[in-house]
């Protein structure tokens, strides 16, 4: 037999190459997860009501200081309201931070902050109106094969920084998946 | 013949191997895209024209509301510029944003923003000067095999967010490779 | 021999299968070093001690210009610290920026901006006291197979970026691994 058929090299292959997939399969979520938060912004920033929303599950919840938000209708509704339009219309940016990912098979917890920054008074000028942590818990569902399988956000948490403790408290939460 | 020759494992494994080198590349290419925008902001604030100009293709545009930018010279010039001499000098970040990269072949767009911050006349406080939306659209040429093959940027829009909207319409195209 | 035996093919896979490795090892160490990064803002904007000395070897050092701290129970002390616990009892963020990662082996160099964002005088505004440039240095440490071996930070250089050019200077190096 040829030194080059040798069962044990194959199944050496096979080991590496599992370990490999496995690794790259990390990789891949772990950025796709980072999108999807990248994602939000410009898409709640231009108005995208439904793209902002198709970021979620169906049921999924948006449990934010300034009110909870439930389920893709509800996060719609938040993104065409007169709050949010006359914001976006005035100018102003939802700029997220680089978070944390951490993932544990089909589900994953992301923590950052966004800054909510907005046109002055001033000409020229930018105030930052809000500091916001965030925890985003996000899971992959759907069939392996499903063209449509993909992670979608379950809840995310979102409360400004304050000296209520409760933007400290979800920081403080970064460590565990 | 034994098992571990059997031709049908290696046909398995050679499959499995190109779909892995194919999701590498996806993630390379994107972490390689986001290197750049991050790599824009501290050449941009120490005065490294030439890095600056490094990052786009001979040929690139950045196309900004306060001027057009053509080729590495038109960038370089600007960097070297009384106006961003003065802003660097006095102390400022242009602070990058997680970015949405979306990724096509040999082509990518992400989309992100700049935050430019510079200290305020008053001691210890620093002002938002501008949220800056951008569209960055990415190539990658030369032969495969050229050792300076690499993704550059053929066309940076950059628009501030503010009540013309234009900010808002890059953002909104977030979406679109 | 039938053709699925070549020992050309199993050759041929090993190398494939060997670049991939090493690819997929860039991209998983560049995304481990971005989540260091990422974590110390959650971490020290919650007051966990503990968990920000963690991201540093045993005789790391946070040189910063409000003062060096040296080793992990300098930097617990620091989070501990008055003026550290006064500030996040009020309301604030480190708000980390995309950092740009040069790996070299098991070593690293990360650039990038931290805004210390903290509740203004004013209800509903936040002012930017602070716009840091860093520079990591990290290292990979440990024997091969130890459970615990991984990236941890020898030194992080940390300027405000003013008039002095030191934080200048300090982004200016981001191209130097």
């Keep these: 037999m040829a030194a080059g058929t040798d069962p044990n090299r194959l199944d050496a292959l096979e080991a590496r190459l599992a370990a490999a997939e496995a690794g790259l399969a990390r990789a891949a979520d772990e950025l796709a997860v980072m999108r999807i938060l990248a994602s939000y912004s410009p898409r709640v920033d231009s108005g995208d009501a439904e793209g902002v929303a198709a ?5 999924g919840v948006y449990d934010v200081d300034t009110g ?12 065409r309201g007169e709050a949010h339009q006359g914001l976006i219309a005035h100018g102003c940016g939802h700029v997220p931070s680089l ?23 001033r000409p020229g000028r930018y105030t930052v109106l809000r500091v916001t942590a965030s925890r985003w818990e996000l899971e992959r569902r759907g069939p392996v094969d499903a063209p449509d399988r993909g992670w979608r ?21 970064s460590r565990e998946g």
């Design 99 to 121: 978070p944390v990912v951490l993932l544990d098979g089909d589900r994953a917890v992301a923590t950052g902050y966004t800054q909510l920054v907005a046109r002055s008074s």
């Design 55 to 59: 970021l979620w599950t169906e049921d």
């Design 68 to 79: 909870r938000l439930d389920g893709r209708d509800g996060i719609e509704e938040m993104v």
């Design 153 to 173: 956000v379950v809840l995310r948490t979102a409360r400004a920084v304050t000296d209520d403790g409760e933007g400290r408290a979800l920081l403080g939460r």
